[in-house]
């Protein structure tokens, strides 16, 4: 496996262009099901998830081209199966959105749960109510979620919470659903939005999405469509957090800056600049960090996948930090790993008390998952000595070239292959 080595105590400098977003992505993989012609998407981040979307997509039938480095096309004229095996969904759970469009397309459909992950339970019962109320016979059966409607109807489905995946699974499961649809208390995050913008463009009727209560209108056949994927707000998160930790300099060019407003707000809290210019987002830090109480909520809250990044920032602040995890019961896997590096954090429950001014220093650090392996690159930026993270393939699932990226703006950081090969 490969492992990242990062020397600390470098500066961020210049401006970087973020990749296409990964959580957008995925669900507009797994859409292409719903139509038989082809369909172009631009702006496709090249990440070890995307990957693995594809190769499912490839064992239902599907084919895909790449026509460019972020370019794609895909084409499901032919289901041959309408199984997702275990072995794909357990390695990305995104997988299980497939459900909706598969069972909207083929009438049935045997997709395998999930499962546990390092950050939680993170259970599909949502995904399985709402699309039972469209009126699909659903059972589970040998770890499978066996799904067969020769017709979907339109129905009224509350959400006991605003799951991203379960909004995105029922809109798409809707989408061809006799009648209408009305989802409440749906997910209003930015990547459902871009999902909505796709079918849309696909030919279904759909109106507030961004809001609680999306609505969605059946109809009888979806076409091709071209679609660009929206800049991922988390890469830009992450990096905006990178030139506050290092006291750098970073402007993020394609930055989706109205969807950052509780990262920006936070981060000016700490007394980092933070200022806006047309599209880009210049990020820089000469002022000492201020500590600060976080909590992370749904979209627009502060968001759950720039938690342990912020964490990392907050080891460094002069003063005590609260931070309150309201999204995953088990999201602080990377406050041990940090605490390897002399950081300082006490956890209870939800909350983790981080007493600042620590003088990080490098160590051998293993990464649990996608962002807190971020958050130990981002540890490792401002550690003395060598930081050397392993477990490299969590972050390869989200972070485009994150290697190269924080290199050309000026870290001593390097990607050492596996010597097995
Ligand atoms: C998506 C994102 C992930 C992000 C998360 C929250 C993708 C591919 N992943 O994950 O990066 O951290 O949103 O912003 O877009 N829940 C249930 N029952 C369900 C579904 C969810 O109880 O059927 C709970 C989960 O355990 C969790 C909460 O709802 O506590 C939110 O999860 P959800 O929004 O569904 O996250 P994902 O869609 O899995």
């Known amino acids: 496996?490969?492992?990242?080595?990062?020397?600390?105590?470098?500066?961020?400098?210049?401006?970087?262009?973020?990749?296409?977003?990964?959580?957008?992505?995925?669900?507009?993989?797994?859409?292409?099901?719903?139509?038989?012609?082809?369909?172009?998407?631009?702006?496709?981040?090249?990440?070890?998830?995307?990957?693995?979307?594809?190769?499912?997509?490839?064992r239902l039938g599907v084919t895909v081209r790449w026509l460019g480095p972020h370019e794609l096309e895909i084409?499901?004229?032919?289901i041959k199966s309408c199984e997702a095996p275990y072995e794909l969904v357990k390695?990305?759970?995104?997988?299980?959105v497939v459900l909706g469009p598969l069972l909207a397309r083929c009438g049935r459909a045997r997709v395998s749960t999930p499962g546990g992950c390092a950050i939680?339970?993170?259970?599909?019962?949502?995904?399985?109510?709402g699309i039972r109320a469209l009126g699909a016979k659903i059972q589970l059966r040998n770890g499978y979620v066996e799904?067969?409607?020769?017709?979907?109807?339109?129905?009224?489905?509350?959400?006991?919470?605003?799951?991203?995946?379960?909004?995105?699974?029922?809109?798409?499961?809707?989408?061809r659903a006799d009648g209408r649809t009305v989802i409440e208390n749906a997910a209003?995050?930015?990547?459902?939005?871009?999902?909505?913008?796709?079918?849309?463009?696909?030919?279904?009727?759909?109106a507030g999405a961004g809001t609680h209560v999306i609505e969605i209108e059946g109809v009888e056949r979806l076409h091709g469509a071209e679609h660009q994927i929206i800049p991922d707000r988390i890469e830009a998160g992450s990096l905006m957090i990178a030139a506050a930790i290092t006291g750098g300099d970073l402007t993020i060019e394609n930055a989706p800056v109205d969807q950052l407003d509780a990262v920006i707000a936070k981060l000016r809290e700490t007394g980092t600049t933070v200022i806006t210019q047309d599209k880009a987002l210049r990020v820089w830090r000469s002022a000492p960090l201020r500590p600060i109480e976080l909590r992370t909520l749904p979209y627009p809250g502060f968001p759950t996948d720039l938690q342990a990044q912020m964490m990392a920032l907050l080891t460094q602040a002069h003063g005590t930090s609260v931070i309150t995890e309201t999204i995953f019961e088990n999201r602080f896997m990377h406050a041990l790993e940090l605490l390897r590096m002399g950081a300082d954090i006490v956890m209870k429950g939800a909350t983790a008390i981080v007493r600042g001014s620590s003088r990080l220093s490098g160590a051998p650090v293993m990464a649990t998952d996608l962002r807190a392996s971020m958050s130990l690159l981002l540890a490792g930026l401002v550690a003395e000595n060598t930081t050397e993270v392993s477990r490299v393939y969590h972050l390869d699932r989200g972070?485009?070239?994150?290697?190269?990226?924080l290199r050309s703006l000026g870290a001593d950081i390097e990607r050492v292959p596996d010597r097995k090969g």
């Not at 209003?188 to 759909?206: C, F, K, N, Y």
């Not at 972070?399 to 990226?405: G, I, L, Q, R, T």
């Open 1 to 58: 496996m490969d492992r990242i080595v990062i020397h600390g105590g470098r500066r961020l400098h210049g401006s970087i262009a973020l990749s296409g977003s990964k959580n957008a992505t995925l669900p507009v993989l797994m859409a292409s099901v719903l139509t038989s012609e082809p369909v172009l998407l631009s702006n496709v981040p090249r990440l070890r998830d995307v990957k693995t979307a594809l190769e499912l997509l490839q």
């Open 75 to 78: 084409c499901a004229a032919n």
């Open 91 to 96: 390695t990305m759970r995104a997988s299980f």
């Open 120 to 129: 939680g339970a993170r259970p599909v019962n949502l995904h399985i109510s």
């Open 147 to 175: 799904a067969h409607a020769d017709r979907l109807r339109g129905a009224r489905v509350w959400l006991d919470n605003p799951s991203v995946g379960a909004t995105e699974n029922i809109m798409m499961a809707a989408v």
């Open 188 to 206: 209003r995050e930015p990547e459902v939005q871009d999902l909505a913008r796709m079918l849309t463009s696909m030919g279904a009727h759909i």
């Open 399 to 405: 972070y485009e070239e994150v290697d190269a990226k």
